[in-house]
């Protein structure tokens, strides 16, 4: 999710998933230039401890904000997550369970 297009609006964060990348592999989800990503892809940032303790719009399945609430210093309040795909929009509260959704 960190390599699709991403807009914070209020509470909510905003994935738009039919605006990956262009080096994102969309079949397998791997960069397809993951080591020289930074000088390929300007828009690419570097993840730091910094960021996955306090950037909101990092997603709960990313391996960084998994480790920091392990370690208890995840620091970001959580946002609603809006996933835009084929001009439909889902809308899945962090605290759901099971991916229960409404629509948008």
Same mark, same amino acid.
């Given at each position: 999710?960190?390599? *699709?297009?991403?807009?914070?609006?209020?509470?909510?964060?905003?994935?738009?998933?039919?605006? &990956?990348?262009? #080096? =994102?592999?969309? %079949?397998?989800? #791997?960069?397809?230039?993951?080591?020289?990503? #930074?000088?390929?892809?300007?828009?690419?940032?570097?993840?730091? =401890?910094?960021?996955?303790?306090?950037?909101?719009? =990092?997603?709960?399945?990313?391996?960084?904000?998994?480790?920091?609430?392990? *370690?208890?210093?995840?620091? &970001?309040?959580? %946002?609603?997550?809006?996933?835009?795909?084929?001009?439909?929009?889902?809308?899945?509260?962090?605290?759901?369970?099971?991916?229960?959704?409404?629509?948008?």
């Amino acid at each position: 999710m960190c390599c *699709h297009e991403k807009v914070i609006y209020g509470d909510e964060l905003i994935y738009d998933m039919d605006s &990956a990348c262009e #080096f =994102l592999d969309v %079949l397998t989800n #791997f960069c397809m230039v993951y080591p020289a990503r #930074f000088r390929k892809c300007p828009r690419c940032r570097k993840m730091t =401890l910094w960021k996955a303790m306090m950037a909101a719009w =990092l997603p709960e399945s990313c391996a960084y904000v998994q480790w920091a609430r392990r *370690h208890h210093i995840r620091l &970001a309040s959580r %946002l609603r997550l809006v996933i835009a795909e084929d001009g439909f929009c889902k809308a899945v509260l962090p605290d759901e369970d099971e991916g229960e959704s409404e629509n948008v």
